[in-house]
């Protein structure tokens, strides 16, 4: 897991999104390796620690051209 400190004003979701690079569930698995986390103040302030867990990439699927 990596650890992240907060700056001033920082979002849970807006972090999750940079991190994560916009991956489907990230907000919810830092919520979820962060009990409390929603309970504080947001935006957050200067210096609360979040861990960030390691997620595995989704899978691509094929894509299919209906005109090849």
Request: a negative charge; hydrophobic letters at 40%; zero cysteines.
């Amino acid at each position: 897991m990596t650890k992240y400190i907060t700056k001033e004003g920082d979002q849970i979701d807006d972090i999750a999104y940079r991190y994560y690079d916009g991956m489907p569930g990230a907000f919810e698995a830092v919520l979820k390796a962060n009990r409390g986390l929603s309970a504080l103040p947001h935006p957050l302030a200067a210096g609360v620690e979040i861990e960030l867990p390691a997620l595995e990439q989704p899978a691509q699927e094929e894509e299919i051209s209906l005109w090849d």
